[in-house]
């Protein structure tokens, strides 16, 4: 069987004036776990239009196309193209989820929620005969578009196989080692996707810590980028895997929140066992914002305590801000960057608050009658798609880009480095800051030479450089922790096989691995 897969790029990825590096960051692990339940003898391949241009004069048999809000248009434009072509079109993903019925009149067969169980369940299906619209794993039987239907119910990550990484591209990435050990999240945040995509089961599960071992062992080099919405998510795990990490020589990067943070030995236990770089969803600095949100995790957090732990450990903080809730006015764009420089934070990723279709703040605002724009490629968080409570849509829209020139001005990144308090740290801040948005002309350079991958080395060089400090405070933390008495209890519960003295490592049976479904969404945008 000959089978494609493909990740449409997002409209500014494929801009012949421009090429932002985070589009070319990670590779589509979704697509590449899928591919892994396919037989030895099936001929497969996936092409990532954000990094390389789609060969479409091909005759594959099953087309598997994962579909992101912003890139909808042009996946069902692709799907409708293969379709004539006498392929049969499977989509999936946050969109297809959340809008089946936008997505069937495109495809054979729709997948909603993850992918673990449907997938191998479908091509046990299609492998009898092509004929998927009957049988036990069908949620809601065809479609009226003819489509066929695959609802996930079963939530679990064991048995999951090895990524195909034989079919990623790595030189087109910066970060080709990314990797995923869980999914979904245990908060319920009104702005985000999550609880759509996971309706009808658990929103939040992990692997065994063995698995997710087993998955690190198998990648070449030292850095790692952990695409999990919330890698500390469960505490128990993640005291586990890092454990596990111990003495690996790996340079990491990953997403927590302000809780998190502040957890006692949590954060040590992270940074002696690599991490250097942390994104974190700070979101709004006004608390009613939160409350409205429903981002409890964050309200009575001391953010500026988190900060201080996080670089005194020596850890970078990309830090994540909405604008355009309803507490926010006009002042919201300075008072929030100024606020970021001042305390050092060395990268900033700035929104505009956008209602994704499925989310309880769509809901909210589809019934105040403030959505404005339905055009599924400005739902990119760079435009205002609904009418602000305290600010016009332009307002936020100039406000937003804004908030992003002033932080990345020069003067901006000096003065953040400054904040670091001593003359290493401030330039290691300088070097980060500047490197990723100040140069991103070179950056455009490099994409479009197809040597992404090179750039690597120099990534790791900061790491490195970030984190001497912390990495040695935190590892002498944590081994007074144990020395104290902290027990391997957790380790144990789950599934780490250890000797004392001896670096974690898996245990010789660990089988399951890693990786966001494909059908569901691995690129972090």
């Known amino acids: 069987m000959k089978v494609k897969m493909i990740l449409p790029a997002l409209t500014e990825a494929t801009s012949p004036f421009w090429r932002p590096i985070k589009y070319s960051l990670f590779p589509p692990l979704g697509l590449a776990t899928l591919a892994a339940y396919l037989r030895a003898d099936d001929e497969v391949e996936i092409q990532d239009e954000h990094v390389e241009r789609l060969n479409l004069d091909d005759t594959p048999d099953l087309v598997v196309i994962q579909v992101y809000i912003t890139s909808a248009n042009r996946a069902y434009r692709l799907a409708d193209h293969y379709r004539r072509r006498g392929a049969h079109v499977a989509l999936g993903g946050l969109h297809v989820t959340s809008l089946p019925d936008e997505a069937m009149p495109h495809a054979d067969t729709i997948f909603l929620g993850p992918g673990e169980d449907t997938w191998p369940r479908f091509l046990a299906d299609f492998r009898r005969g092509g004929s998927v619209a009957s049988g036990p794993t069908l949620a809601t039987g065809a479609a009226p578009h003819g489509a066929a239907v695959y609802r996930s119910e079963i939530r679990t990550l064991v048995g999951v196989p090895p990524i195909r990484r034989d079919l990623i591209k790595r030189h087109l990435y910066l970060v080709p080692n990314s990797i995923v050990v869980s999914r979904g999240c245990p908060h319920v945040c009104d702005f985000c996707y999550k609880e759509a995509f996971f309706e009808g089961g658990r929103s939040f599960y992990t692997q065994t810590v063995d698995a997710a071992l087993a998955e690190i062992e198998r990648l070449p080099g030292r850095h790692l980028y952990f695409l999990d919405d919330h890698l500390f998510g469960n505490p128990r795990f993640a005291r586990a895997l890092f454990d596990g990490m111990r003495g690996m020589g790996r340079l990491w990067q990953a997403a927590g929140t302000v809780n998190a943070v502040l957890a006692p030995n949590l954060l040590e236990r992270a940074v002696a066992c690599g991490l250097r770089s942390l994104f974190v969803g700070f979101e709004t600095l006004n608390s009613t914002n939160l409350l409205e949100q429903r981002k409890f995790q964050n309200l009575r957090r001391d953010y500026g305590e988190a900060i201080r732990r996080l670089h005194d450990l020596g850890v970078m903080i ?208």
């Open 318 to 525: 990309n830090g994540s801000f909405v604008f355009g809730m309803d507490g926010d006015d006009a002042s919201v764009f300075e008072r929030t960057v100024e606020w970021a420089i001042e305390r050092g934070i060395e990268t900033a990723t700035f929104h505009v608050l956008t209602p994704y279709p499925g989310t309880a703040l769509h809901a909210r605002m589809a019934a105040q009658r403030r959505i404005t724009i339905h055009d599924w490629d400005l739902y990119d968080t760079r435009h205002a798609v609904f009418r602000p409570a305290r600010m016009s849509a332009g307002e936020l829209e100039a406000g937003y880009r804004r908030a992003y020139r002033d932080f990345y001005r020069w003067g901006s990144i000096l003065r953040g480095a400054r904040a670091h308090g001593g003359a290493m740290r401030g330039l290691r801040h300088a070097a980060y800051a500047a490197g990723w948005k100040k140069f991103e002309p070179c950056w455009d350079l490099v994409i479009r030479a197809r040597r992404a991958g090179m750039m690597l080395p120099v990534l790791e060089t900061i790491l490195t450089e970030f984190g001497k400090r912390g990495a040695d405070v935190s590892t002498s933390v944590v081994d007074r922790h144990e020395m104290l008495g902290a027990s391997t209890k957790d380790a144990g519960r789950f599934g780490v096989h250890r000797g004392a003295g001896e670096r974690r490592s898996p245990c010789s049976h660990a089988a399951e691995d890693t990786e966001p479904q494909c059908l569901p969404c691995s690129r972090s945008s």
